[in-house]
């Protein structure tokens, strides 16, 4: 497989994924129920269009569907409309806790759990692909894994890290990290570009790198990094390496 098929592929499978979760999360429903003395239900997600119809006290609600803070819900009597997010905010659960939904905003960025992303770009001037994902551990610190493949025309190489990210201004909308990682490299040469078939060499991995992170909209981010890594090798020299990337993340 060509470096650019490996790239196509990557993207194929990440694009795939993020489709099925995105409809799964698209086709759940909930249920509240109404707690004030009533909601407004309008034929569409904006305050421009009108009011269709009132949902009265103690009436259910299914939730169908979320764009930006508006939601499309439908009454028990079959009648859809769409509310404000501040409106769900008058409702409580099947369990009889008070709704509490996430804005969309970067106030709800700072408080993610995980991220999961995929990163194109280049390991040592040919083509690779990166998918990654992290855990929150605090609002500076961030632990994950990330597991790059690179297919040049005279090796395959493929590793995994183990990784520590801090960032120095979590509440800026674009923020600088540093991070620092450790794993496992795994180099292949081409069979038939090299005499003999060659050797495949596994190498312990050590990474340090700068990044920019920005938050976009809703759910997610962009992420550019520099990454210099260090393959300790069982020759007399150790190999650095470098790869740049960039790409897509999603947080909940």
Not at 123 to 149: C, H, I, K, R, Y
Not at 203 to 220: P, W
Request: aromatic letters at 10%; proline letters at 3%; charged letters at 15%.
């Amino acid at each position: 497989m060509s470096s650019l098929g490996l790239i196509k592929l990557s993207l194929g499978v990440w694009l795939t994924f993020g489709l099925m979760v995105s409809q799964a999360l698209a086709d759940e429903t909930v249920q509240v129920q109404v707690k004030q003395p009533f909601i407004e239900l309008h034929s569409g997600p904006a305050g421009g269009f009108p009011v269709i119809h009132v949902a009265a006290k103690n009436q259910w609600i299914t939730v169908l569907k979320r764009r930006t803070n508006w939601f499309k819900v439908e009454t028990n009597k079959g009648v859809q409309g769409w509310v404000k997010q501040d409106a769900l905010h008058m409702t409580q659960s099947s369990a009889g806790q008070p709704v509490k939904l996430s804005d969309g905003s970067f106030e709800s960025f700072a408080q993610r759990n995980v991220e999961f992303g995929a990163l194109g770009g280049s390991f040592e001037g040919v083509p690779s692909m990166t998918v990654f994902a992290d855990w929150v551990a605090t609002e500076n610190l961030v632990a994950g894994v990330s597991v790059t493949q690179a297919l040049g025309d005279l090796s395959e190489n493929q590793f995994f890290l183990v990784r520590v990210q801090h960032t120095t201004f979590p509440e800026w909308r674009v923020s600088p990290y540093v991070t620092l990682g450790a794993g496992k490299i795994r180099t292949k040469p081409r069979a038939n570009l090299v005499q003999g078939g060659g050797e495949t060499r596994t190498s312990d991995l050590l990474a340090a790198g700068v990044g920019l992170r920005y938050y976009m909209a809703q759910n997610f981010m962009l992420k550019l990094e520099y990454q210099h890594l260090q393959a300790l090798t069982d020759r007399d020299v150790n190999e650095d390496l470098e790869q740049w990337k960039l790409g897509f993340a999603v947080f909940f």
